[in-house]
C-alpha cells in the first residue's frame, strides 16, 4: 500500500510560480513511475506530467510543455511539479499518483488557483 500526500498548493496571480511537493509512504517509491494529475471544476481528471522510476525519462502535456518541470527525489520519497508563467486555465486541483495511476492511490490533492 502507498499513501500520497500533496502540498503546496495556493492562490497566485497570472504569470506566477508554484512548486508542488507529493510524499510517499509506504512500499518502495523508487519502483513507480509517478504522474501528476489535475482536476478543474466539469471538466475529467488529466495527467499533466510524468516521470519514470529513475527519473531518466519525462512527459508534460501539450498545454504545460516549457512552462511545468517534474522531478523526483527517491531518497526523500518525494515528486515535485514546480510551476511557472501559471495561467488561469491551471486552476484546478492537482494530484500525484503512480503512472499509470492506482485507483487506491489517490490522495486529497493540492488546490491551485490561478487568478487573471
Known amino acids: 500500500q502507498v499513501q500520497l500526500v500533496e502540498s503546496g498548493g495556493g492562490l497566485v496571480q497570472a504569470g506566477g510560480s508554484l512548486r508542488l511537493s507529493c510524499t510517499a509512504s509506504?512500499?518502495?517509491?523508487?519502483?513507480?513511475?509517478m504522474g501528476w494529475f489535475r482536476q478543474a471544476p466539469g471538466k475529467e481528471r488529466e495527467l499533466v506530467a510524468a516521470i519514470s522510476m529513475k527519473a531518466a525519462n519525462t512527459y508534460y502535456a501539450d498545454s504545460v510543455k516549457g512552462r511545468f518541470t517534474i522531478s523526483r527525489d527517491n531518497a526523500k520519497n518525494t515528486v515535485y511539479l514546480q510551476m511557472n508563467s501559471l495561467k488561469p486555465n491551471d486552476t484546478a486541483v492537482y494530484y500525484c499518483?503512480?503512472?499509470?495511476?492506482?485507483?487506491?492511490?489517490w490522495g486529497q490533492g493540492t488546490q491551485v488557483t490561478v487568478s487573471a
Open positions: 509506504g512500499r518502495t517509491f523508487s519502483s513507480y513511475a
Open positions: 499518483n503512480c503512472n499509470p495511476p492506482v485507483r487506491q492511490y
